[in-house]
């Protein structure tokens, strides 16, 4: 079931927004070499606690943690561990969601550690911009499907492949709500986009092939073929006016 939000109900979702987004920049300002991916986790937390939300990810389906730090090959769900240290050249995928006012504000971001190669850069520049491009894509009238078929157009077309086993959601009072948000598609075609729908695009794009695998701590997704990943992700309000990206500071 979609759950349409009014005007005031988005004004509400919006502060859980903002405080998602500001765990996310203070956690991804703090990625640097030497750095654990705990240490990652605990600045997301202290954020999300001292501005007084809940940490939606911690005890969700037993995750233990407020955010997900997946580096290099790892796609997504990366658990923090303080034995687990970010070096130079590394691409850190920060994800973070926070509840507040009883609305969850989701939201991920890849970020450099230190020098890192031009083809990883190139792979994070292209998952951001192809999360920008779906967002244009969300227009009310339009089909969830002008999403998916923006973001997996503009990231095959530049050589990189969209992950198929994850997807976008709608979000609310609920972190996953209806409906299913792919980053692939057919324009025209999936639920019709309305005015007060709200959904969390995340393009999850790898260098090479679309494969994942899980790891057997039951969260890590991996690349099949180890090449790296990048993860980007805004939750959007579909208005009368355009897409409002919710999750910006
Ligand atoms: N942000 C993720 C998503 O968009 C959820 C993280 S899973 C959790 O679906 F278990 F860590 F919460
Ligand atoms: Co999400």
Known sequence: ??????????????????????????????????????????????????????????????????????????VIHGIPNKKRIIRAGDIVSIDVGATFNGYVGDNAATFAAGDISPEAQRLCDVTRESLYEGIKAAVAG???????????????????????????????????????????GTPGRGVRLLPGMTIAIEPMINQGGAGIRQLPDGWTIKTRDGSLSAHFEHTVAITTNGPVILTKI
């Open 1 to 74: 079931m979609i759950v349409l939000k009014t005007t005031r109900e988005l004004s509400l979702m919006k502060e859980a927004c903002v405080i998602a987004a500001g765990a996310l920049k203070a956690a991804g300002e703090a990625v640097e070499p030497g750095v654990s991916t705990a240490e990652i986790d605990r600045i997301a937390l202290d954020f999300i606690k001292k501005s007084g939300a809940i940490p939606t990810f911690k005890g969700y389906n037993g995750y233990p943690a407020a955010a997900c730090v997946s580096i290099n090959d790892e």
């Open 142 to 184: 339009g089909r969830i499907g002008d999403i998916g078929s923006t973001i997996q157009r503009y990231c095959e077309e530049r050589g990189f492949s969209v992950v198929r086993d994850f997807t976008g959601h709608g979000v609310g009072k609920q972190m996953h709500e209806d409906p299913s948000v792919p980053n692939f």
